[in-house]
Every structure is written in structure tokens, then in C-alpha cells.
């Protein structure tokens, strides 16, 4: 069974420190899709990052970046220099292509972990 | 602009009453989703749909029911055989109902059983 999983329900930074939000997956699978969604207050779940399980280069986009770890099933995601608008929930998830049934399309996400960014 | 829309924003129902959610987008994509979410949990798919007229159950479909008659509708109702409906609603799409597309989400819909 797929699982991912968020182990920090809350972190509270100031702004500009750098704070990394930890995943960690489980699958039994050796092609699988990994992704991070950001949750800002207004609810809408925003699509940060899509990575598959045969690319293990990190990724860096601006002030974001993802460390992909196979060897530790981890996709942690750091924010650089942080934001007061960088306050919200973000979803580490996994989809598994194999999946069929009700696992079909589905994405299995962790429980979210709820950055707060003081000014 | 091409994007997912949810109506509405927020619902109230009393209990026994069946509601039904909205969700439309225009993007074209063939694939579309609901999910749940309740608090701190992540989130739970109720149903899918790969194409049109077709749809099938997630992973908690019991009391809820869709319909797929347009491409770019999907709605959700809420049925009175859901014991504990009161979550956040949320719709995404996907250009396929393959393994490497992305799912986009709509705004989402509150619902609160009174």
C-alpha cells in the first residue's frame, strides 16, 4: 500500500530564514510520481512540483527547492529565504501509475504540514 | 482564463437534505476528480472520471453520487447517506487519466451539515 507521510504538523519561521518541510513515501512500486501542492488560506490547492522516480536530480525553481532521495524514500522541499507569503499548508503526494480500481488516479497525500512565515 | 471553477464557495445543509456541488472547467482536460479533504488530514478521492458518461468509485464513495455528462462538468452531490458530510470539497482535472499527468484543483467548496 502507498503512504506518504508529512512528520511535521506545524513549523513556525521569521522571514528570510530557510526552512525545509520533510516527506517521506512508501511504495512498493519502481515507477511512481511524486508532487508538491501548496494550500494557501484561500483553500485552492496549488501545483508546485511533479517528479517521477527515474529522475533524482534536484530540482530548483527561485526560492524553491526539492531534494529527491530513492535511497531514503524522501522528496523534501526547502524554501530559501522565506516569505511572509509563503504561509500555508503544503501537500507532499504520490501517485502510483500501476494502480488500478479505486487506486486509479488517485493521489495519496501526507497530512499536510502548515508553515507560518512571522514577518 | 482557463481554469477550474467550484459553486459554491461556501453550503450549508441541514441534515437529510441532498446537496450538489459544482465544479466546471474549461481547460479541456478529459479527467476529472473529487477529493475531500477534512482537518488536518490530506486528502481522500471520492470519484473519478476518465471520459465522458464514464465515472467509478474512490476510495470513499459511500453517500456521495457524480454524474459525467459534459466534458467539463462534474458535479458531486452529497447524499443523506452521508453520516458525516461536513468537510472541504475539492474538484482538480487532468488532460488525461494517465499516470504522468498533473492534477490542477478548482477553489474548493466548504460544506457545513447543520
Known amino acids: 500500500a502507498q503512504k506518504v507521510t508529512q512528520a511535521q504538523t506545524e513549523i513556525s519561521v521569521v522571514e528570510k530564514e530557510d526552512v525545509t518541510l520533510d516527506c517521506v513515501y512508501e511504495t512498493r512500486d519502481t515507477t511512481y510520481y511524486l508532487f508538491w501542492y501548496k494550500q494557501p488560506p484561500s483553500g485552492e490547492l496549488v501545483f508546485l512540483i511533479r517528479?517521477?522516480?527515474?529522475?533524482?536530480q534536484n530540482e530548483i525553481s527561485g526560492r524553491y527547492s526539492w531534494n529527491f532521495q530513492k535511497s531514503t524514500s524522501s522528496f523534501n522541499f526547502t524554501i530559501t529565504a522565506s516569505q511572509v507569503v509563503d504561509s500555508a499548508v503544503y501537500f507532499c503526494?504520490?501517485?502510483?501509475?500501476?494502480?488500478?480500481?479505486?487506486?486509479?488516479?488517485?493521489?495519496?497525500f501526507g497530512q499536510g504540514t502548515i508553515l507560518t512565515v512571522h514577518p | 482564463d482557463g481554469g477550474i471553477t467550484q459553486s459554491p464557495k461556501y453550503l450549508f445543509r441541514k441534515e437529510g437534505q441532498n446537496v450538489t456541488l459544482s465544479c466546471e472547467q474549461n481547460?479541456?482536460?478529459?479527467?476529472m476528480y473529487w477529493y475531500r479533504q477534512d482537518p488536518g488530514q490530506g486528502l481522500r478521492l471520492i470519484y473519478y472520471s476518465q471520459i465522458v458518461n464514464d465515472f467509478q468509485k474512490g476510495d470513499i464513495a459511500e453517500g456521495y453520487s457524480v454524474s459525467r455528462e459534459k466534458k467539463e462538468s462534474f458535479p458531486l452531490t452529497v447524499t443523506s447517506a452521508q453520516k458525516n458530510p461536513t468537510a472541504f470539497y475539492l474538484c482538480?482535472?487532468?488532460?488525461?487519466?494517465?499516470?504522468?499527468?498533473?492534477?490542477?484543483f478548482g477553489p474548493g467548496t466548504r460544506l457545513t451539515v447543520l
Open positions: 482538480a482535472s487532468s488532460t488525461e487519466p494517465s499516470s504522468t499527468d498533473t492534477q490542477y
Open positions: 481547460l479541456n482536460h478529459d479527467a
Open positions: 517528479r517521477n522516480s527515474f529522475d533524482e
Open positions: 503526494a504520490l501517485r502510483d501509475p500501476n494502480a488500478g480500481g479505486t487506486s486509479y488516479g488517485k493521489l495519496t
